[in-house]
């Protein structure tokens, strides 16, 4: 159940590919959280090239900004116990937030094969953990869990009851080889195990999204559901992101970014993004969460527009401390 009074805005990121990346990384990053986002998602290198960056850069955000990071986590290489250590490595830097999820099959396989010994579905990564949680925080009512802040992802989000760990999850509108019963089912079974809210994949029609809202309401799905928005500003990443995701690219998007001038391209990309937030917005989306793809400008762009038409500015909202990290027992 969510009872936020207004939008949030978060962004997602990426780790640096390379070394020698990290501070032109870093800086874009710095840029993105002066603006004041709720949160910051820091995506996982599900085939193990980006793990050790990925935690780096959750440990970068929780030392030197103020905008609480979400951990990503998937099932994908790893055993069991493997991913309750990463977890209880997370939780003993701080983070107090995850999105759990299933992940791609391992580069050079076509199809999606739990690993031996490991898990098969993004609702058993959430139920680990919340198993953790309990193992690191205590149980519902122990003195550690009530020392501790309400996640301020959950707050923001004004998920209620706000608990000290939040847990997000992946949803699907549009593009994907199954239906959307068994998108709903799967949600549902997220939500079962402890999710809190929902993060879209990329769509790029407000009625995709929600369509998948009034569908997973109907079916029993109370968590909140966070639009995913890509910034429509790069013609090749959006092809890419159809070989990815088998999203098509619709045709006159593509049409309205064939163009030689750059600066057009921006501002007719930008454009195309605030017309899509705004139909999202206007259909009761309880924040938007920006896939920036590291790229600080576009998002900032986003931002000024959202705040020109009255959304508050998370930096001006006094901000619990984050919690400090808790040895596991």
């Known amino acids: 159940m969510s009872t936020a009074t207004h939008p949030t805005v978060s962004f997602e990121l990426f780790p640096p590919r390379r070394p020698e990346l990290d501070e032109e990384v870093w800086r874009r990053v710095l840029c993105m959280a002066g603006a004041g986002p709720d949160f910051f998602s820091v995506t996982y290198g599900a085939s193990g090239s980006s793990r050790a960056a990925s935690a780096e850069l959750v440990r970068r955000l929780l030392r030197h900004t103020d905008v609480p990071p979400i951990a990503h986590l998937t099932c994908v290489g790893a055993t069991r116990e493997e991913l309750a250590e990463r977890v209880r490595a997370l939780f003993a830097a701080g983070v107090r937030d995850f999105l759990a999820l299933r992940g791609d099959p391992p580069r050079g396989e076509a199809t999606w094969?739990?690993?031996?010994?490991?898990?098969?579905?993004?609702?058993?990564?959430?139920?680990?953990?919340?198993?953790?949680?309990?193992?690191?925080?205590?149980?519902?009512?122990?003195?550690?869990?009530?020392?501790?802040?309400?996640?301020?992802?959950?707050?923001?989000?004004?998920?209620?009851?706000?608990?000290?760990?939040?847990?997000?999850?992946?949803?699907?509108?549009?593009?994907?080889?199954?239906?959307?019963?068994?998108?709903?089912?799967?949600?549902?079974?997220?939500?079962?195990?402890?999710?809190?809210?929902?993060?879209?994949?990329?769509?790029?029609?407000?009625?995709?999204?929600?369509?998948?809202?009034?569908?997973?309401?109907?079916?029993?799905?109370?968590?909140?559901?966070?639009?995913?928005?890509?910034?429509?500003?790069?013609?090749?990443?959006?092809?890419?992101?159809?070989?990815?995701?088998?999203?098509?690219?619709?045709?006159?998007?593509?049409?309205?970014?064939?163009?030689?001038?750059?600066?057009?391209?921006?501002?007719?990309?930008?454009?195309?993004?605030?017309?899509?937030?705004?139909?999202?917005?206007?259909?009761?989306?309880?924040?938007?969460?920006?896939?920036?793809?590291?790229?600080?400008?576009?998002?900032?762009d986003v931002l000024e527009h959202l705040r020109a038409r009255g959304i508050r500015n998370p930096a001006l909202m006094t901000r619990p401390a984050v919690p400090g990290p808790v040895p596991a027992t």
Do not use: C, M
């Open 113 to 300: 094969r739990a690993p031996e010994g490991g898990l098969s579905r993004s609702s058993q990564l959430v139920a680990l953990i919340r198993q953790v949680e309990a193992e690191v925080l205590g149980p519902p009512g122990d003195p550690r869990r009530q020392a501790g802040h309400p996640s301020i992802v959950a707050l923001d989000l004004g998920i209620s009851p706000a608990d000290v760990v939040s847990v997000a999850v992946a949803a699907y509108p549009s593009g994907l080889s199954h239906t959307r019963r068994d998108e709903l089912a799967a949600l549902r079974e997220k939500q079962d195990a402890g999710a809190d809210f929902a993060i879209t994949q990329v769509f790029y029609d407000a009625e995709a999204y929600a369509s998948l809202v009034a569908d997973a309401r109907a079916g029993g799905v109370h968590i909140p559901v966070l639009p995913g928005i890509l910034p429509l500003t790069d013609r090749r990443r959006l092809h890419r992101l159809e070989e990815l995701s088998a999203v098509p690219v619709p045709v006159t998007l593509d049409a309205l970014l064939d163009v030689e001038d750059e600066h057009e391209r921006l501002r007719r990309g930008i454009d195309a993004t605030l017309a899509l937030i705004d139909r999202v917005l206007a259909v009761g989306a309880p924040g938007l969460h920006l896939y920036t793809f590291n790229q600080d400008r576009p998002a900032l």
